[in-house]
């Protein structure tokens, strides 16, 4: 034991604190930073909705146009060909040449034209009457002599002016503005829009929309009307029919509105919904195809009055919407001279 | 090894170094002791380091609190990165895992279910139990991944509400689908809707926060351990001068303690130069033919699963809006085999049998982009029912089969590689292991050898 030994603890005092400040400085340089920083969540929040909502839509009304009479369409000349003997060089020849009839229509409008899952096939009232075509083309409606393609509302004259359809069966309403892009045939459905709501809504019309969130699909009548209603509702477009039902269903909106005959549809899969309200537009349904076949128009406005006088018309009516009333007359055939 | 008694007639060399007045040259005797009060401290110092033992004492400090630092800093030092490597293996690594699984259950989910629809009606019971374990692996993986702290909490929060809103609007869309109801589709279109936009984005946020966190930890397991061998370096430096200046001045040429000092610090510094070696080759291994390669297989899965739900969503879509799935189906097919794709990516570091699924793999993207012509032109041309038959059924034209096969082969790759990676991630912590408690002993070592050998020189002078 030195006389130096005090000042040796002293100093190894000072060593043992510089070590572990060292030792710190070690474990703070060699243990690398922390945890990387939290990142926030992507992705619309909320309950979910349908795809391709628009709210409020891109409708605006359209003033009615009078400039024509939407029912007038071409008068069938003389007889009906009978199938498989199409005039040549006609629209009907060449469709019967390539083998099938290409239609385009809905699938998600429930009675008119929706995917039967039992069956594979879409079925409906526009169905049967496009299978009236084809049958008057082919003899008869086999797969092979139509297909069907599902399509939207908003697709239905593209489709039709670049030949991708020969023709279009979709619950279309006869327009003069929608008459300067297609050709229509006669009226084969009288509809009118209307409302569809919860049972027990307070909405009784059209006049107690005043700032509801009311639906239609892009590209229809519907919306435009639903834009130019006096009480200002705010309009929601979807891009299918059945869209709609799914934002009433999860109380994303107060109304959907248009053709009595598509909220039928709507209303069979809910039995908690009810159409209420008069009708407040008048839309005749029309057969669309391309503006410069009119051999097609008059072929088609042929069958279709085969169909109001033999019954067929009625059969159909019958066969998809008796539920929603008796089968009334088919609508009259208004002809352009 | 000691020789005479120390060399006499050294000038200033005296014998007990206390007593100021024994002090040589020609200062003024030092009336305060060393350490005493301000402005003769380092009058005092140098005083003292005049004298031989004070230099050694001091040198010895120097070599005490260099020794220390180095013991310290590469003990903590090896303890941390080890850490760091067992982090990769039982908890970065697993939940990298643990994401892809998570977007890949999705993924299948959301194809199964459009399959399913596809069915019509009651769907098949081998869709239905798919779907079923699917749903289940990603609430599986989301808990997993829901434990993990410091991940994108954010992301998970939002899957984990937005999840069973999933699963419920599928539940809707069977019911209706049950009663051939086209309100069905109307809710499987806004589950897809809400998978695409929401779930599945979420889920690849979750997946990069995984691979952040276990590239960090990969790097602190890998970091150079600068401050250890800076100072291990810096108390061998120290040690061999110490000794060469003993030997100079003691004739005596070793030093058992300082010898002994310095065989235990060059083997200190070779074992953390090697153990860093090694481990870092190990985990660059486990990177390059594991987790890296884990991702691009899975990356390649992932892009075959949103094919196949492409191939059945154009179908469900029925002509009308079909074609931008049918655009983005080709172009997953060429990001999986074309030129730079997800497989040859894969293939670079593949092993020979993991090479051989991926030739498999290959030649079943051939087979299913030809069945997919077929079908496509069957849909185009208004033969739908052998277009459905041909995406969900079996034989010689099935689609379903050729891209099931094909899930399987990059599945069994990724477990192979996912193996791969765990085998290196413990080969490196085993590495570090050893190293920790080595370079404690041999510091341990190292400082006593200093104390003892300088001790002794010192102890002469009394």
Redesign the interface.
């Known amino acids: 034991m030195?006389?130096?030994g005090p000042?040796?603890t002293?100093?190894r005092r000072r060593?043992?604190s510089?070590?572990g400040a060292?030792?710190a400085?070690?474990?703070l340089?060699?243990?690398?930073?922390?945890?990387?920083a939290?990142?926030?969540?992507?992705?619309?929040?909320g309950?979910?909705?349908?795809?391709d909502v628009q709210e409020p839509a891109h409708a605006s009304p359209q003033p009615p146009d009078t400039s024509c009479n939407p029912r007038a369409s071409l008068r069938p000349s003389g007889g009906l060909p009978s199938a498989g003997q199409m005039p040549a060089g006609s629209t009907m020849a060449k469709i019967a040449a390539r083998g099938?009839l290409?239609v385009g229509v809905d699938?998600?409008?429930?009675l008119f034209g929706?995917?039967?899952?039992?069956t594979?096939q879409?079925s409906g009232f526009d169905i049967d009457v496009a299978n009236e075509m084809a049958t008057a083309i082919f003899g008869d409606a086999s797969?092979?002599h139509?297909?069907?393609?599902?399509?939207?509302s908003a697709?239905r004259i593209p489709f039709l002016q670049n030949d991708t359809v020969d023709i279009v069966v979709d619950s279309m309403t006869i327009t003069c503005e929608r008459a300067k892009s297609v050709a229509f045939s006669t009226d084969y459905f009288d509809a009118g829009q209307r409302i569809l709501v919860h049972k027990g809504s307070p909405i009784k019309g059209p006049d107690d929309l005043a700032g509801k969130k009311v639906c239609a699909a892009d590209g229809t009548t519907s919306i435009s009307t639903i834009a130019g209603l006096k009480a200002k509702p705010v309009p929601v477009a979807v891009?299918?029919w059945?869209?709609c039902?799914?934002l009433l269903q999860q109380g994303q909106i107060d109304a959907v509105s248009t053709d009595d005959s598509i909220l039928d549809g709507l209303a069979a899969?809910?039995p908690t919904t009810q159409i209420v309200g008069p009708k407040f537009t008048d839309e005749p349904h029309g057969i669309a195809m391309g503006k410069n076949n009119d051999d097609l128009v008059r072929f088609v406005n042929g069958v279709l009055d085969r169909m109001r006088a033999d019954g067929g018309w009625k059969a159909i009516y019958t066969r998809w919407l008796s539920r929603v009333g008796p089968t009334p007359e088919p609508p009259a055939a208004v002809y352009t001279g | 090894m000691s020789t005479a008694a120390p060399a006499p007639a050294r000038p200033g060399r005296t014998s007990p170094p206390s007593p100021p007045a024994q002090r040589g040259a020609g200062n003024t005797p030092v009336a305060a002791r060393p350490g005493g009060t301000g402005g003769t401290l380092a009058d005092a110092l140098r005083d003292r380091l005049r004298s031989t033992p004070g230099r050694l004492t001091a040198v010895l400090a120097v070599l005490v609190l260099l020794g220390l630092g180095a013991g310290l800093a590469s003990v903590i030092g090896v303890e941390s990165r080890g850490g760091a490597v067992e982090e990769t293996a039982t908890h970065s690594g697993p939940l990298t895992v643990q994401a892809q699984l998570l977007y890949r259950s999705m993924s299948d989910a959301d194809a199964t279910a459009a399959s399913a629809y596809l069915s019509g009606g009651v769907e098949p019971a081998a869709l239905r139990s798919r779907y079923l374990a699917d749903i289940d692996a990603a609430t599986k993986a989301l808990a997993a991944l829901g434990a993990s702290p410091g991940g994108a909490t954010d992301a998970v929060r939002a899957l984990n509400a937005g999840l069973p809103g999933y699963t419920g609007l599928v539940e809707t869309a069977r019911v209706y689908n049950r009663q051939n109801l086209p309100l069905g589709a109307a809710y499987l279109r806004e589950a897809s809707g809400l998978m695409s936009t929401s779930l599945l984005p979420n889920a690849q946020k979750v997946y990069q926060a995984e691979t952040t966190a276990l590239d960090t930890d990969r790097d602190s397991g890998g970091g150079v351990p600068w401050l250890a061998l800076a100072l291990g370096v810096l108390v061998l430096v120290g040690l061999i001068g110490t000794q060469r200046y003993l030997s100079r001045h003691t004739h005596r040429t070793f030093n058992v303690g300082l010898l002994t000092a310095t065989a235990a610090g060059v083997v200190l510094v070779l074992w953390l130069g090697l153990s860093w070696t090694l481990s870092s080759v190990n985990l660059s291994e486990g990177k390059n033919n594991g987790s890296a390669q884990v991702k691009m297989l899975s990356d390649a899965r992932i892009a075959a699963l949103q094919a196949r739900a492409d191939e059945s969503l154009t179908l469900v879509a029925h002509g009308g809006s079909g074609d931008r799935f049918d655009v983005d189906f080709g172009r997953k097919l060429a990001a999986l085999d074309g030129k730079g794709g997800a497989l040859d990516d894969a293939e670079q570091n593949a092993d020979p049998a993991t090479l051989d699924e991926l030739r498999a793999v290959r030649n079943d993207l051939t087979a299913w982009r030809s069945r997919h012509k077929a079908l496509r032109d069957n849909d185009d041309n208004g033969r739908f029912p052998l277009a459905v038959q041909a995406a969900i059924g079996h034989g010689d034209a099935s689609t379903a089969d050729v891209s099931a096969d094909l899930d399987k082969r990059l599945g069994r790759a990724i477990d192979d590689a996912q193996g791969t990676f765990t085998a290196r991630a413990g080969s490196a912590g085993d590495d570090l292991t050893g190293a920790g408690v080595g370079t404690g002993i041999l510091a341990v070592v190292l400082l006593g050898g200093t104390v003892m050998g300088i001790q002794r020189r010192v102890a002469e002078y009394r």
């Open positions: 030195t006389v130096h000042h040796r002293a100093r060593f043992r510089l070590a060292l030792g400085v070690a474990l340089a060699l243990a690398g930073c922390g945890a990387p939290t990142t926030g969540a992507v992705g619309p929040t309950a979910p909705r349908p795809q099938r290409i699938q998600t409008t429930y929706y995917l039967d899952s039992t594979g879409i797969p092979q139509v297909q069907y393609k599902a399509i939207s697709q891009k299918d059945t869209d039902m799914v899969q809910d």
